[in-house]
């Protein structure tokens, strides 16, 4: 999978799971759109991961990995309260932000590649 789609999915993901998460909780909490607004942000950066602006790239790299590790405390919480739909929401959420990681990585290896051999 190249940066561009894995970066598209894993906002589309985070948009629909915090709201979805926000929505059906008994007790929602402002919190909730945290990845909402974080899925927003990689949404408006898709255009420049997929131009291969470095900056832009470089952006949305740091911005997912915050999300996945500002995940973990939801995911201890869910954990802890037993709330499996919750688990499986942010689980969900890691799983699509760590495979947005690796396509990442992987783009910018290729490009490292590619302009070394270009030398």
């Given at each position: 999978?190249?940066?561009?789609?894995?970066?598209?999915?894993?906002?589309?993901?985070?948009?629909?799971?915090?709201?979805?998460?926000?929505?059906?909780?008994?007790?929602?909490?402002?919190?909730?759109?945290?990845?909402?607004?974080?899925g927003v942000l990689l949404?408006?950066?898709?255009?420049?991961?997929?131009?291969e602006n470095k900056v832009?790239?470089?952006?949305?790299?740091?911005?997912?990995?915050?999300?996945?590790?500002?995940?973990?405390?939801?995911?201890?919480?869910?954990?802890?309260?037993?709330?499996?739909?919750?688990?499986?929401?942010?689980?969900?959420?890691?799983?699509?932000?760590?495979?947005?990681?690796?396509?990442?990585?992987?783009?910018?290896?290729?490009?490292?590649?590619?302009?070394?051999?270009?030398?």
């Open positions: 999978m190249n940066a561009p789609t894995a970066n598209l999915i894993n906002a589309g993901t985070l948009v629909i799971m915090g709201l979805w998460g926000y929505f059906s909780s008994e007790s929602p909490s402002p919190t909730a759109f945290i990845p909402v607004v974080g949404l408006l950066m898709s255009n420049g991961v997929k131009t832009i790239a470089h952006i949305a790299v740091v911005l997912t990995l915050i999300l996945i590790l500002g995940l973990a405390m939801p995911l201890k919480g869910a954990i802890g309260r037993g709330d499996t739909m919750a688990i499986v929401r942010v689980g969900i959420m890691l799983i699509t932000g760590i495979l947005a990681m690796v396509a990442f990585i992987g783009s910018f290896k290729a490009a490292r590649k590619a302009r070394e051999a270009g030398n």
